[in-house]
C-alpha cells in the first residue's frame, strides 16, 4: 500500500543561517549603531530570544528575521510570536518559539479535510505526524495538492512517500 507522511519540522542548519545572516544586518544598520541589541538562538529549546531597548527596534529585528527566513526557503508560519516582556533597565525581551511537528489541532484539521473530500485515502495521527494509505499513488498526490491549497496554521512537508 503506497504512503506518505505530512510533517512540519524546520530544518536547524537553514534556519541557524537566518538567524546569523539577521544579526550581521541588524548590527550593520545605522539606527542600531550604539545599541544593546542581542538575537540568541537555543538549538536545544528551538527558542529565539531577542533583547532591545524599544519596540520599533524590536518591530525590526523581528521583521529581519522573517525576510531571512523567507529567502531561505522557511516559512515565517513556523514561529509562535510570543509576548514582550520588561527585562532589567529599559530593556525589551522577546521569546519567540519554533514550532516542530504537527499539534494536535493542525493535525485533526488535516485529517478532517482529508476526509471530506471524499478520497479513498485512510489519513492518521501518529504522534506529531499524519500518515496517508491508499491504494493509488495518484490519489497520495491528490492529497498532497488538495493539502496544499488550504492553510493549516502551519507549514507542512510531504515525506517518506513510498510506493
Same mark, same amino acid.
Do not use: W
Given at each position: ?41 537555543d538549538k536545544k529549546t528551538n527558542v529565539i530570544t531577542i533583547v532591545t531597548?524599544?519596540?520599533m527596534r524590536l518591530k525590526a529585528i523581528t521583521d529581519s528575521i522573517i525576510?531571512?527566513?523567507i529567502k531561505q526557503n522557511l516559512d515565517p508560519k513556523s514561529l509562535d ?5 520588561? @527585562? ?8 519567540? @518559539? ?25 489519513? @492518521? ?39
Amino acid at each position: 500500500m503506497p504512503t506518505f507522511d505530512i510533517v512540519s519540522k524546520v530544518d536547524g542548519q537553514t534556519l541557524d543561517n537566518a538567524i546569523n545572516t539577521a544579526k550581521k544586518e541588524i548590527l550593520n544598520r545605522y539606527d542600531f549603531n550604539g545599541s544593546k541589541s542581542t538575537i540568541d538562538l537555543d538549538k536545544k529549546t528551538n527558542v529565539i530570544t531577542i533583547v532591545t531597548e524599544d519596540d520599533m527596534r524590536l518591530k525590526a529585528i523581528t521583521d529581519s528575521i522573517i525576510s531571512r527566513m523567507i529567502k531561505q526557503n522557511l516559512d515565517p508560519k513556523s514561529l509562535d510570536q510570543g509576548k514582550e516582556q520588561h @527585562a532589567s533597565g529599559n530593556m525589551i525581551r522577546k521569546e519567540i @518559539a519554533i514550532k516542530e511537528g504537527l499539534d494536535k489541532e493542525a493535525a485533526k484539521k488535516v485529517v478532517k479535510k482529508i476526509k471530506d473530500s471524499g478520497m479513498k485515502v485512510q489519513p @492518521a495521527i501518529m504522534d506529531d505526524m499524519v500518515r496517508v494509505t491508499a491504494k493509488k499513488i495518484d490519489d497520495l498526490q491528490a492529497v498532497i495538492s488538495l493539502c496544499r491549497g488550504e492553510d493549516f496554521g502551519q507549514p507542512l512537508q510531504y515525506i517518506n512517500m513510498r510506493a
